[in-house]
């Protein structure tokens, strides 16, 4: 991985499900961990993308998928996807049970017909 001064593998991811969607009461499809601050942010094809809002407004360029069962990273500065990378602290994912797309009671009921 060629941005290894952008993970910080201490710092904790910032809650459970994208901080931004969670402050509006939207919604996400896919969650992002920001590996040099541990910012959830929800993907690209989330109706609000806040992942790459993210990596724009603070150049940190690498995420790592939050999703259970995943492991890969991306990096947007060279758009480039790496299968696995150094081992991130606690929770590497949201917990199992909170559904995708989430969060639970948030979700409109013809979500994929809003998809990006």
Request: contains cysteine; proline residues 11%.
């Amino acid at each position: 991985m060629s941005s290894d001064a952008s993970i910080n593998t201490s710092v904790p991811p910032s809650g459970t499900g994208c901080v931004e969607c969670d402050a509006a009461g939207g919604w996400w499809f896919h969650l992002r961990r920001c590996t040099e601050c541990g910012h959830i942010g929800c993907c690209d094809s989330s109706p609000a993308q806040h992942a790459t809002a993210h990596f724009k407004a603070t150049g940190h360029p690498l995420v790592r998928s939050f999703e259970p069962g995943e492991d890969w990273f991306w990096n947007y500065e060279t758009n480039e996807l790496y299968e696995s990378g150094p081992q991130l602290a606690p929770p590497e994912s949201h917990p199992a049970n909170q559904p995708t797309p989430g969060p639970a009671g948030r979700v409109p009921a013809n979500w994929a017909q809003k998809l990006n």
